[in-house]
């Protein structure tokens, strides 16, 4: 009897595990696929998450497996700002270049977005066929996306303070991040961004040296940190940091007073820097002329960062370049519109620096006078919005004719409009409301910047999808 046993390690045995995984995965994509259409059918949304958390409670693994089958890798994008727009510069370009891209364009960047978006394009079969996944993550949600996808790449564009009440100080979401990175696959590339000191504490505390990136452009800087500036000491002594330019929030060229640290030397650069508004930048980068259809130097770092990981996977910079001249922003960045003969520019602005950001850039740059303002503190916003204090809105002083404060914290940002000294309309929480009182504020021709959280930026544009002024943001 004894002699007739199998094997402990048929192979058999692991056919039969191979085929239940098989299946699994097959009964995970089906169940999420049919979850989106579900959700997109019924209008309750655009089934770029809800099929992720269906799909993972079926297989656990399900990202892991979806991962597996792209045929070059993937990419992962995270920071606190930048990441859509990031996101969206490296797919346009992959895509450009012949190849199939899987991405989270919608902006949905947990761990259940990025399931939601490999589901999105894998077939009946459980199969996903692509070439190249590019993921938008989430910072806190990183050390599961590295673990789970396995990139070939990895993108910290910044570290700045937002939703304090999710992610706690940047020291913490730091180290997360630190720890996430040295995981990283033996052949894979982190590329970070020079000029914010809390990501270089980050790269110069991994075992591998990663490709950094950085302006170098002292034109278009300022020579001192905003009042509420997150990042301004050394990491090893504590000594006030020395910046000697400063260009978005804490990002800048910086140094320890006592040569404990220093802004690492950026391999891959952008120079004579020139801006227009929101309409366009142009840049050379790493020797390559660049116009760009986006404005603000934030998206400078935006268009510098994409470059930086082509470059990594190989894309030649002169078709970089001409590539780009075409691009279009994601919804709610930067995103145009008309609207009863008035052009209204979509912007979204969720946290001090980049609100401060976009306040320059339509104040200074685009000449703007004419803004609604819309505050939101649902949980994808961030439920403490006592950072409104630390954004600069004493800018808008003298400047701008038409101010209407809107979202469900309509009342909070009227109070702190008061306190700047910055005349504005009654608050209006009803979105609807908020937009007929800009109409009504306004003339026919005139351009409104809505600067906006993110959810106050969906409740904006599904009041214009209703009325038939915007497509639903699955579909641009």
């Known amino acids: 009897m004894l002699g007739r046993r199998r094997p402990i390690n048929r192979p058999l045995g692991l056919s039969t595990m191979s085929r239940t995984s098989a299946i699994r995965k097959t009964a995970a994509v089906l169940a999420g696929k049919a979850t989106g259409a579900l959700s ?52 346009y370009l992959l895509e450009g270049a012949g190849y199939k891209i899987v991405s989270n364009r919608a902006g949905a960047n947990l761990i259940f977005g990025a399931t939601a978006a490999a589901l999105n394009e894998a077939g009946p079969s459980g199969l996903l066929k692509a070439d190249w996944g590019v993921f938008e993550i989430d910072e806190a949600s990183l050390p599961k996306a590295i673990d789970e996808i396995k990139p070939k790449a990895t993108l910290v564009l910044n570290l700045f303070r937002d939703q304090l009440d999710r992610y706690g100080e940047l020291e913490s979401i730091a180290k997360k991040i630190e ?12 590329i970070l961004n020079a000029d914010d000191p809390r990501v270089a504490e980050i790269g110069l505390g991994l075992p591998t040296k ?10 278009v800087a300022a020579k001192e940190l905003p009042h509420a500036a997150d990042a301004r000491t050394c990491p090893k002594c504590g000594a006030s940091l020395i910046f000697d330019a400063v260009y978005v929030g804490h990002d800048g060229v910086y140094r320890c007073p006592n040569n404990d640290f220093e802004r690492p030397r950026p391999t891959i650069t952008a120079r004579n820097i020139k801006l ?10 790493d020797g390559t002329h660049l116009d760009i259809p986006l404005g ?18 190989g894309l030649d910079a002169t078709y970089v370049a001409e590539r780009l001249k075409d691009f279009r922003a994601a919804f709610g960045r930067q995103e145009r519109m008309e609207f009863r003969g008035r052009h209204l520019n979509l912007v979204l602005s969720k946290n001090p620096a980049g ?24 949980k994808a916003d961030g ?25 469900n914290r ?18 209006e929480t009803d979105p609807g409301k908020a937009l007929d009182l800009l109409v009504k504020l306004t003339n026919e021709g005139d351009t409104a910047h809505l600067l906006c959280t993110y959810t106050a930026m969906l409740d904006l544009r599904a009041e214009l999808v209703r009325r038939g002024w915007a497509k639903p943001y699955w579909e641009t």
């Open 276 to 285: 227009d508004g929101f309409d366009r930048f142009s840049a050379t980068i």
């Open 179 to 190: 720890q996430a990175l040295s995981r990283m696959p033996a052949n894979s590339t982190a």
């Open 410 to 427: 309509a009342h909070d940002l009227a109070v702190r409009l008061k306190y700047a000294g910055v005349p504005a309309a009654p608050p």
């Open 355 to 378: 609100f401060n950001e976009t306040l320059r850039t339509a104040i200074d740059l685009a000449k703007g006078n004419s803004f609604l303002i819309a505050l939101n503190d649902r």
């Open 296 to 313: 603000g130097l934030y998206n400078t770092y935006n268009v510098l960062a994409a470059f930086a990981v082509a470059k990594t996977l």
């Open 383 to 407: 439920t403490d919005v006592s950072w409104i204090w630390d954004v600069d809105f004493e800018h808008l002083k003298g400047k701008a004719t038409v101010v209407v404060p809107a979202g």
């Open 40 to 91: 997109r059918i019924t209008r309750r949304g655009g089934g770029t998450t809800l099929p992720g958390d269906v799909a993972r409670a079926i297989d656990p693994n399900i990202l892991t497996k979806l991962a597996a089958d792209l045929t070059k890798g993937s990419v992962v994008i995270t920071g606190t700002n930048g990441k859509t727009t990031t996101s969206r510069l490296l797919s």
């Open 210 to 219: 990663p490709l950094w990136f950085g302006l170098d452009d002292t034109s």
